[in-house]
Structures are given as C-alpha cells and as structure tokens.
C-alpha cells in the first residue's frame, strides 16, 4: 500500500509539471501570435528587425541571465564569508584555552604601558642596529583566563647633526638613513656632539584579566 501510494505521488508529481509546462507553451504561443507585428531594433552598428514577441522574450532572457549571474557572484562571496567565519571560529576554540571558566558579568581589566628611554654612549661604543624582545604569559589551565604580553624595541643610532637654533638632532641608522628629530630639553644638547651613539628604547606592555563581578559569590 505505501509502495502504490509512493508511485501514484510521483505520477501526480509529474502530471502537475506537464501541465504547467502545457499553460506555459500555450501561453508562449499566443503572445507570440499577438505580438506578432515586426520592430525595428537600433544596436548602434545595425538595425535588425524581428517580431515583437521575439524581442521581449530575447530581453527577459536577457535579464533572467544577468540576474542569474549576479545572484551566483553574490552566492559565492556569501559562501566564501560562511568559511572564513567557521574558520575563525574553529581556531578561536582550538586556541583560546579557560574560555569555559568565563562568566556572564565579569570584569574584564585592561592595563597598558608604554616608556621611551634615551641613553647617550660615547662614540662606537655599541653596534648600530635595532633589536626586539617580546614576551608572553598566560593564566594556567583552569583559572579564569588573563595573560600578559611585552615588548621592547632598542635602536642605536649615531648623531650626525646638532641644530642648537632649531633644537634638533640627526641621527643617523645602520644603513645610512637619517632623521632629524626636536629635542624636548634643549639643555641637553650641550651634553651631546656630532659622533655620540645614542640608545633609544621602546617599551610597551599590555595584561588582561578576568575577575569575577562583585556578589557573585
């Protein structure tokens, strides 16, 4: 019984698609018989003419095929977005670890730092260059998630130039670029002269820490 209504749904199935295709022709066809009077078409370089039924359906064609193709493009860039989007999830849960320790109403502190030190050497007393170091560190397994990171950026430059009018100073890199800067204390620059090595240090560092709200214990 269920193998017959099986087969009778099918038939029914293609009975409705034979009969819409059936209106869909005989509709087709008396378009075509009444707007069957011929138009000049102007393309610029030549003037076909046709009936005007072939040319409204070559235009609907016409834009069924734009729209499809439209559509596509916008189908693919969605798809690609969809990927990109369970990727980043998929690494987000791969590499943020005591994510499960975080609660609805916690706080989150953010504290930053930055300082720039300037130390004048003497003459070829260091090697022109920059260096960096950077460090990281992360909350155990288990605890509520915090971690801290640092980095500190050292550049050794010469002096080429002292402008005491103007307040500046050229320094010059390890490959030969230089750049004039504004001294801040211009008393310093009676403590500096053309040759000094000067050590400029960067330091920036960043922690964040999940703490529980206030009363949730």
């Given at each position: 019984?269920?193998?017959?209504?099986?087969?009778?749904?099918?038939?029914?199935?293609?009975?409705?698609?034979l009969l819409f295709l059936l209106v869909?022709?005989?509709?087709?066809?008396?378009?075509?018989?009444?707007?069957?009077?011929?138009?000049?078409?102007?393309?610029?370089?030549?003037?076909?003419?046709m009936p005007l039924s072939l040319l409204l359906l070559l235009a609907l064609g016409c834009g069924i095929l734009l729209g499809?193709?439209?559509?596509?493009?916008?189908?693919?860039?969605?798809?690609?977005?969809?990927?990109?989007?369970k990727r980043k999830t998929r690494l987000v849960s791969e590499e943020v670890k005591n994510l499960p320790q975080v609660e609805v109403g916690d706080q989150v502190d953010v504290?930053?730092?930055e300082s720039v030190h300037v130390e004048v050497l003497g003459p070829e007393q260091a090697e022109p260059g920059a260096t960096?170091?950077?460090?990281?560190?992360?909350?155990e397994p288990g605890q509520k998630p915090a971690g801290a990171m640092a980095t500190e950026l050292s550049v050794v430059a010469t002096i080429d130039a002292i402008n005491k009018d103007a307040?500046?100073?050229?320094?010059?890199?390890?490959?030969?670029?230089?750049?004039?800067?504004?001294v801040r204390n211009p008393a310093n620059l009676e403590?500096?002269?053309?040759?000094?090595?000067?050590?400029?240090?960067?330091?920036?560092a960043v922690a964040v820490n999940f703490t529980e709200a206030p009363g949730s214990e």
């Open positions: 019984m269920a193998l017959f209504d099986c087969i009778l749904g099918g038939i029914t199935l293609v009975l409705i698609k869909f022709m005989i509709v087709g066809a008396s378009f075509a018989i009444i707007n069957d009077r011929p138009v000049v078409v102007d393309l610029y370089f030549i003037t076909p003419e499809g193709l439209a559509g596509m493009v916008y189908f693919m860039r969605v798809k690609k977005e969809n990927a990109d989007l504290a930053y730092y960096a170091m950077s460090a990281l560190e992360t909350a307040e500046t100073v050229t320094l010059k890199g390890a490959e030969g670029n230089t750049k004039t800067v504004k403590k500096v002269a053309v040759g000094d090595q000067v050590m400029i240090t960067l330091t920036r």
